[in-house]
C-alpha cells in the first residue's frame, strides 16, 4: 500500500511537493489504513471519526495535500483561480477566471480542460481529476499530466480512492 501511495501522491503532486513530504504523507496515510485505531491514538490532533464519508487513511492523503496540488471550491471560476494561483505570475493563460463566471457548468469545466491541455505538451498536458469524496467543497480536483493519467486511475483503484476524469465524469452526471 506504501509504495502504491507513494507513487499516486507523486503524480498527483507533480513537482509540487518534495519526496520528504510525499513519503511523511504515504508513511501516515498507509499507518492509518493498516489500524485506524492505533493511528487516532498516536495522533489526537486528527479531526476524524466515523462519521465521516472515506476511510482515515484517504482522510489523511486528502487533508495533506498543499493547495496548490488539491484544488477545492464551489465555483469553475474559483476552482480555476486556484489553478492559475498555482502555477504563478509567470504563466500565461488563454482564459481568466472571470470569464467563467456566467457560464453553463459543462462549458466552464470544458474550458478550462482546453486550457488545460494545451499547457506541457511533453507530459501530454494536463488533466482536471476528480480527487476523493467531496467533502465541504462543490469541486475537488488534482491536475495530472495526460501521460499519466491511466497509471492513477490504476493507482487510484488499488488503494481504494475515488478518481474520474472531471469533464467525463461530469457529462456522465448531466447525461451528455
Not at 490532533?45 to 492523503?61: K, M, Q, R, S
Not at 488539491?70 to 477566471?97: E, R
Amino acid at each position: 500500500m506504501k509504495a502504491a501511495l507513494v507513487e499516486l501522491i507523486s503524480k498527483i503532486s507533480a513537482g509540487c511537493m518534495s519526496d520528504d513530504e510525499i513519503l511523511k504523507v504515504a508513511d501516515e496515510a498507509s499507518q492509518a489504513y493498516a489500524n485506524p485505531e492505533a493511528f487516532l491514538t498516536a495522533n489526537p490532533d486528527i479531526n476524524y471519526d466515523d462519521t465521516f464519508p472515506i476511510p482515515l487513511g484517504e482522510w489523511v492523503v486528502v487533508g495533506s495535500l498543499p493547495e496548490t496540488v488539491l484544488f477545492q471550491a464551489d465555483t469553475y471560476m474559483d476552482l480555476f483561480a486556484q489553478i492559475v494561483a498555482s502555477f504563478g505570475p509567470g504563466v500565461d493563460f488563454n482564459i481568466k477566471p472571470k470569464q467563467l463566471a456566467k457560464t453553463e457548468a459543462l462549458t466552464a469545466l470544458n474550458r478550462i480542460q482546453v486550457q488545460m491541455s494545451s499547457m506541457n505538451k511533453e507530459n501530454g498536458g494536463y488533466v482536471l481529476m476528480n480527487f476523493s469524496q467531496l467533502l465541504d467543497d462543490e469541486q475537488q480536483v488534482v491536475l495530472v499530466y495526460g501521460n499519466d493519467m491511466p497509471r492513477v486511475l490504476e493507482l487510484c483503484a488499488e488503494v481504494g480512492i475515488a478518481a474520474a476524469p472531471s469533464l467525463e465524469a461530469l457529462k456522465v452526471a448531466i447525461h451528455v
